[in-house]
């Protein structure tokens, strides 16, 4: 099974400010690898796919970058409605479609 | 507009059994591959099961393998997952979740229903 690993657990950043969240697969997963937030009481959002492609309405300052086994998260200045939980997730092949721990992004 | 509405969670003795089921809305469901996902109150999302588009491809995480059974009602857009042999474990909110692109490889979610809740306690 393929184990996604995210640092750090919790990144605490300004508003305008730039954060980097990384996430580490313990194989190659080419570029099959996608990022999620979470706020409190609801189901993740997938904001990043193929690692750097945003998906429908995710705004510019979302980016997404790496391939096989390094992948980063960038958000370009951070708004209040971005404090959340990040999480990344492999999808390179079936069964097993592994999630990271998660970031935490919190107001500093 | 995609919609998942998820239910059939509650509170279920260990080694009991149950069914949840998502009905879906706002796409053609059958052309789409469809999972269960769930979520232990205060960690992160675990995959728990996948279903092909047509049915004919289930896969399972291996916390569940041989407990868990995914199918789908195409007719009806609706997804279900029976739940055996239950443990205290298998607590968590179960969403369910679609498939981005359609095809037979492994994809990411890019819709999720609001979950239903799952309690494995005596």
């Known amino acids: 099974e393929i184990v996604m690993t995210q640092s750090p657990a919790t990144l605490s950043v300004s508003p305008g400010e730039r954060a980097t969240l990384s996430c580490r697969a313990s194989q190659t997963i080419r570029s099959n690898l996608a990022w999620y937030q979470q706020k409190p009481g609801q189901a993740p959002r997938l904001l990043i796919y193929?690692?750097?492609t945003r998906a429908t309405g995710i705004p510019a300052r979302f980016s997404g970058s790496g391939s096989g086994t390094e992948f980063t998260l960038t958000i370009s200045s951070l708004q209040s409605e971005d404090f959340a939980v990040y999480y990344c997730?492999?999808?390179?092949?079936?069964?097993?479609?592994?999630f990271g721990g998660g970031t935490k992004v919190e107001i500093k | 507009e995609v919609q998942l509405l998820e239910s059939g969670g509650g509170l279920v003795q260990p080694g009991g059994s149950l069914r949840l089921s998502c009905v879906a809305s706002g796409f053609n469901f059958n052309f789409y591959a469809m999972n269960w996902v769930r979520q232990a109150p205060g960690k992160g999302p675990e995959w728990v099961s996948g279903?092909?588009?047509?049915?004919?491809?289930?896969y399972y995480a291996d916390s569940v393998k041989g407990r868990f059974t995914i199918s789908r009602d195409n007719a009806k857009n609706t997804l279900f997952l029976q739940m055996d042999s239950l443990r205290g474990e298998d607590t968590a909110l179960y969403y369910c979740?679609?498939?981005?692109?359609?095809?037979?490889?492994?994809?990411?979610?890019?819709?999720w229903g609001q979950g239903t809740l799952l309690t494995v306690s005596p």
């Open positions: 979740a679609k498939g981005l692109v359609i095809g037979p490889a492994a994809t990411p979610f890019d819709y």
């Open positions: 997730q492999h999808y390179k092949n079936w069964p097993s479609l592994t």
């Open positions: 193929g690692a750097s």
């Open positions: 279903i092909s588009g047509s049915g004919g491809n289930t």
